[in-house]
């Protein structure tokens, strides 16, 4: 049996980035709890977060949304998410800190490994050193990463290099990161120019 701990604020606040894509796969409507790690994904934005849940095995909670209004009524009152997870059974119990019990399984365990599973190979491992392409970003997308970051203030590199993932970091706690894409497809948009109709 494995045990995992995470803020209620932390989960309901992470589950802002899966509003908004459509997500085919199932662990891409899921937390990640991996060791010292809640990890996010809707295969756009990859969301970090370093919190205090030592466990060794990992376990997909699902984004289910009554769970998630639940933590958004316990977030004020510090509430956690405690779930006893036994993989040989492929079943984990949850409960708040305030005793709410998730009806059924609140484990997500999969057939075949996932990509999410992989999520440290999308990380860079440099910063660029010069700017390259240029930032293009949907609102509603950058929207969801900066409420799903501690203080909803999010600040970004200072050079951005198109064709790798950009890092956005919390602009007050230094425990949260987000990595995403600024393009579409395989292309980069022009840089912005002031318009000369302003001139």
Request: overall charge negative; some cysteine; proline content about 9%.
């Given at each position: ?21 459509p ?17 996010v ?66 484990g997500?365990?999969l ?25 293009c ?13 501690p ?24 425990n ?24």
């Amino acid at each position: 049996m494995t045990e995992h701990t995470i803020p209620c604020e932390t989960f309901a606040r992470l589950c802002n980035v899966l509003k908004y894509l459509p997500r085919a796969d199932p662990w891409c409507n899921s937390v990640r709890l991996e060791q010292n790690l809640a990890i996010v994904t809707n295969r756009e934005y990859l969301v970090i977060e370093r919190i205090d849940n030592p466990a060794d095995e990992p376990l997909h909670i699902p984004a289910d949304p009554a769970l998630i209004a639940q933590c958004l009524t316990e977030a004020t009152y510090h509430s956690k998410l405690h779930v006893a997870a036994n993989s040989m059974l492929r079943y984990a119990a949850l409960k708040t800190s305030m005793g709410y019990q998730f009806p059924g399984n609140a484990g997500l365990y999969l057939d075949e490994p996932c990509d999410l599973e992989r999520w440290r190979s999308v990380i860079p491992t440099t910063m660029a050193k010069k700017a390259k392409g240029s930032m293009c970003l949907e609102a509603g997308a950058l929207a969801n990463i900066a409420l799903s970051s501690p203080s909803g203030r999010i600040t970004l590199p200072e050079f951005v290099d198109w064709s790798v993932p950009v890092v956005a970091r919390d602009a007050v706690d230094p425990n949260w990161c987000a990595f995403f894409y600024v393009r579409e497809a395989d292309q980069p948009h022009e840089p912005a120019t002031i318009p000369g109709w302003l001139k």
